[in-house]
């Protein structure tokens, strides 16, 4: 685990490599009373070689200085950021997985943890990264989902936290999403609270739709989380050829779709079988794997542990 310090309006001092356990926290912390924190996730996949390899660090870093913004938190430089996950994965180098095995899976915290018992900016703030080893998320390759559309609970609202990896955007779809998993779906499809029309995103993930081999995702407009495997699936896709347009997706859309996936750390790209909306229940690829699907989530899987060339310059290589 490595933890760093930094009191309000100061900078993060240098941090340090320490073993993985509790924490103390002062009842009154910023985070515990008042939803003070941010957290991001990104992963660490083992080479043929044995070297390592980190997929876009410097993106973590620069959603969570923007998240900070929006939460009257400082936050650690990107090299700070960049440098601090680069210590914590070669402390555990042991733990990443072997080559198609899995991958290491990283959590940076930052979060208020100085005591304030008024509304304020907590005084202190503490950045901490903690690992743990990750099978592949799914066993036997890429394999469909289920969502439900809800239109009575809502995730996000213009202006607020819906864009920045704040913890408690993840508590607000708990509700929802426990419901639909009691009656056998797998998440939860948000859309717009304001016309209630409107595609937003799944509770930790991205959406896209495919029609006539046009993809097209949900506009980034405060409202819905800016995913850095999102935003890598649509370089690749118009790297390999595809038209990708970012606008209003109405849900309507989904009906006549010939695919609709997810992106994410966690799942990479995860194909879509069926969404049901308003009782009715819609099949995609007879609620299969799409072609759309299975080759973007071949070529950035395939790239994000090394067996194929990095023309992005995405990888960064530890040794």
Known sequence: MYTMKCARGGEFSKGELQRFGNIEMNPSAGVL???????????????????ILLFRPEENAERMRSGAERMCM?????EQFVEAVKATVLANRRWVPPPGKGSLYIRPLLMGSGAVLGLAPAPEYTFLIYVSP??????EGVAPI???????LHRATPGGTGGVKTIGNYAAVLKAQSAAKAKGYSDVLYLDCVNK????????CNIFV???NVIFTPAIKGTILPGITRKSIIDVARSQGFQVEERHVAVDELLDADEVFCTGTAVVVSPVGSITYMGKRVSYRDGGVGVVSQQLYSVLTRLQMGLIEDKMDWTVELR
Request: aromatic residues 12%.
């Open 197 to 204: 029309k409107y595609l937003e995103e799944v509770s930790s």
């Open 33 to 51: 009373n008042y939803g003070q924190g941010l957290f991001e996730g990104l992963k660490a996949y083992r080479k043929e070689d044995g070297n």
């Open 146 to 152: 289920h969502l439900v559309v809800e239109h009575e």
């Open 74 to 78: 400082p936050s650690p430089t990107v």
């Open 134 to 139: 990750v099978g592949n998320y799914f066993k």
């Open 210 to 212: 495919v029609k006539d």
